[in-house]
């Protein structure tokens, strides 16, 4: 039955592929803004609140920047100065944060509620300035509660020196070859793949405060803010349930997975031990599947280049996603921005807030290739799809699409699939660690238990980084040596190497994509059971010399836990203290952020900074006499 699956979902995508609904990617993305470097190079959005379906179903209430989902990228070049203004014409308020943007120098721009601004109230506006000082793809998106999912995200690019190392030349000796493939990269396509529901964020947190649940069951995966919702036939979804599935639903019933592929609710073995109180949610949020069509993204290519480059994008709200494309192998040559040893693979997993960047070589037959995004996680059934369209396409790939896909809709291997290896996404030039740490902080997520809901969380194992402490006083505007230290507020000082053992609990625990706000961590290594020691030095006298990695390790912004599946996993970080300001370390997926699992990283105390007159006392970073001419933004009290 996979195989009549496949080609029904074929039929969807010759169908999608034909109509006139599907969109280009191209025709999305505006002409470039900028093109030079060192420049002052200035945005303005506004953000609306709009109904929309991104899949053919019922509209829902959704956010447009500047009048579209997802947002305008902002293409900029080394060294530029940025002025991103935005205007909040929402009904809630909203900060934008600009994931990956080390903010140097410039804490105030980082955009998180509670740290570094207030929120932006409704019909208020805000101007954050930060500098481009690495390339690579980013983007900027809402950190406000769970409020990405419901639309407010876009691709930031930045173009590196014209004469920088890059890292083909380890992919090929063929200098023409290595030619295309710089300009390949100098033309990339951005494509977010994210989960997505038909309730907005804040009615999903509700559905868990009612159903006492945390929240896992999307009704589609989108690429570009395209998609359709797939509903399978029970037989379908009977073959597609992973026997490990089959294990941990044994205890309700029926004991199935539901019509949308989600593993129940109310598994005490998922969820803990908390009563549940499914029936208040509406059926459609975990249940019923009803079936719809959208437009489907394109990615157009040209085979006389030689080379095409992909970067892809997790905003998504809780579902962690990997990916095949049809016929063809692809180089990771970039990780979260930064260049790495490329590897050629067939599968890309991305977390929640992360971004690999691919080099496909353009030597098949000029057709229509499926890009297909899955699900990684076991609870629940789902992909989306996209097509890499040749230039002088003759039509979709092949009479005999199983021939070419990698994976099936659950996200199962066909063939032998090579995947990305993050635990060797060695940094490209190298830059080590420093070989020891000054400081080590411990973490273990978990879900605080009863009293609190299932949807609680923490990452201190002590305490919920409650929401409520988004709309304090921003922690940077406080004085750092008179702020108390606490398992959520930990102090660092100037040029401090930090260590970040971060632990699950097992016997069952999900992969948590961290995300660190400001400059990147080394992960030096992961393992399983217990962190006993108390520094990784000591932990590395003990372990086996492959634990742990100090001379090309991964350097990135984002970092996922190993699953737990019976013993505890641990995984260490170490960064160097380089900008001090507060700076958030969380779980990028939206339901356990707005749950709690995070805490502040209050960086170089011992030279905190001062806050420039057009951001303190609740300024938005504009100045007054600006204002007073234009007459249209809240002045800053001088
Ligand atoms: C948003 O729209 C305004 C008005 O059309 C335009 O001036 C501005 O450049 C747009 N911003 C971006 C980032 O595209
Ligand atoms: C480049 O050529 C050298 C010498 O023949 C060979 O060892 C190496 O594997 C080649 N590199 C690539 C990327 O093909
Ligand atoms: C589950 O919680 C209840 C309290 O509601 C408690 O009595 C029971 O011991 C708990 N069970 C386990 C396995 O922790
Ligand atoms: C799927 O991948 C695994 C591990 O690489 C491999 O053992 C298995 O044979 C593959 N399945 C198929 C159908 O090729
Ligand atoms: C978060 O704060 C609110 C308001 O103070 C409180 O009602 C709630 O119990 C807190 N949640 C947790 C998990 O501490
Ligand atoms: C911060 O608090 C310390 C200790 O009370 C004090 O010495 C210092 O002057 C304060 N700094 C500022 C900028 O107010
Ligand atoms: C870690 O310590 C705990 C408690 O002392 C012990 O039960 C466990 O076996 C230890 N684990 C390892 C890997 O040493
Ligand atoms: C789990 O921990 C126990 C005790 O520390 C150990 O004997 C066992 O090998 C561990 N299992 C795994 C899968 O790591
Ligand atoms: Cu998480």
Not at 184 to 201: C, E, G, H, R, V
Not at 419 to 433: C, E, L, T, V
């Amino acid at each position: 039955m996979a195989l009549s699956r496949l080609i029904t979902l074929f039929f969807f995508l010759s169908l999608a592929i034909f109509s006139s609904a599907a969109p280009s990617a191209s025709s999305l993305i505006p002409s470039p803004l900028n093109k030079r470097g060192g420049d002052t190079v200035k945005f303005e959005v506004t953000l609306t609140w709009e109904d929309h379906s991104p899949n053919g179903g019922t509209p829902r209430k959704m956010i447009f920047t500047n009048g579209t989902f997802p947002g305008p990228p902002l293409k900029l070049t080394v060294g530029d100065s940025v002025e991103f203004l935005v205007h909040n014409e929402l009904p809630d308020p909203t900060t934008i944060h600009f994931h990956g943007i080390v903010q140097q120098g410039t804490p105030w721009s980082d955009g998180v509620p509670g740290l570094t601004q207030k929120g932006i109230a409704p019909g208020d506006s805000y101007l954050y300035k930060w500098t481009a000082d690495a390339a690579g793809v980013y983007f900027y998106h809402s950190h406000y509660r769970s409020q990405i999912m419901d639309g407010l995200y876009g691709a930031i690019i930045i173009s590196p020196p014209s004469e920088s190392d890059k890292p083909f030349s380890l992919i090929s000796n063929d200098t023409a070859a290595v030619e295309a493939m710089s300009e390949a990269d100098d033309n990339l396509q951005t494509i977010f793949i994210s989960d997505y529901n038909k309730y907005t964020a804040a009615e999903l947190h509700e559905q868990e405060q009612s159903a006492n649940i945390d929240f896992a069951c999307a009704d589609s995966i989108l690429l570009n803010g395209m998609g359709s919702q797939y509903c399978l036939s029970r037989g379908e979804l009977t073959a597609y349930t992973n026997p490990k599935v089959s294990a941990l639903i044994a205890s309700v019933s029926p004991s199935q997975i539901t019509d949308k592929g989600c593993l129940p609710p109310n598994l005490p073995a998922t969820q803990g031990n908390f009563t549940f109180d499914i029936d208040s949610i509406p059926s459609d949020a975990y249940f019923d599947c009803t079936p719809s069509s959208g437009p489907m993204a394109t990615f157009d290519v040209d085979p006389s280049q030689g080379w095409a480059a992909l970067t892809f994008i997790n905003p998504g709200g809780f579902e962690i996603l990997k990916l095949t494309i049809d016929s063809h192998k692809m180089w990771v040559y970039a990780v979260d921005g930064g260049y790495v040893v490329p590897q050629l693979v067939d599968q890309v997993t991305v977390n929640n807030g992360d971004r690999y960047s691919v080099l496909i070589e353009l030597n098949q037959a000029p057709a229509q290739y499926s890009i297909r995004v899955s699900n990684s996680g076991l609870n629940q059934v789902i992909s989306g799809f996209g097509v890499l369209n040749y230039k002088g396409s003759y039509g979709p790939a092949s009479e005999d699409p199983n021939a070419l896909a990698g994976m099936n809709f659950a996200g199962v291997n066909l063939t032998t699939l090579v995947p990305f290896n993050d635990n060797k996404a060695a940094p490209y030039p190298p830059s080590p660690p420093a070989a020891t740490s000054d400081v080590t902080y411990k973490f273990t997520i978990k879900k605080l238990g009863q009293p609190y809901g299932a949807y609680d969380w923490t990452l201190s194992g002590i305490d919920t980084f409650n929401v409520t402490l988004e709309d304090v006083d921003p922690l940077l505007y406080q004085n750092a040596s008179t702020l108390e230290s606490t398992d959520l507020v930990l102090k660092t000082n100037m040029g401090q190497w930090v260590d970040l053992i971060v632990q699950t609990q097992g016997p069952l625990a999900q992969p948590h994509p961290m995300h660190k706000h400001s400059n990147k961590a080394y992960v030096l290594g992961k393992g399983t059971g217990t962190f006993n020691w108390s520094t990784v030095a000591e932990a590395a006298a003990v372990l086996p010399p492959s634990t742990f990695n100090f001379v090309n390790p991964p350097f990135r912004d984002g970092y996922t836990t190993t699953p737990a599946e019976q013993n505890s996993t641990w995984m260490a970080l170490r960064y160097e203290v380089v900008n001090p300001g507060a700076f958030l370390f969380h779980c990028h997926m939206q339901t356990h952020m707005a749950g709690g699992m995070a805490v502040a990283l209050l960086d170089g105390v011992d030279e905190w900074p001062e806050i420039p007159t057009e951001y303190a006392n609740g300024g938005n970073g504009v100045k007054y006499s600006k204002l007073k001419k234009k007459g249209k933004l809240r002045p800053t009290e001088e």
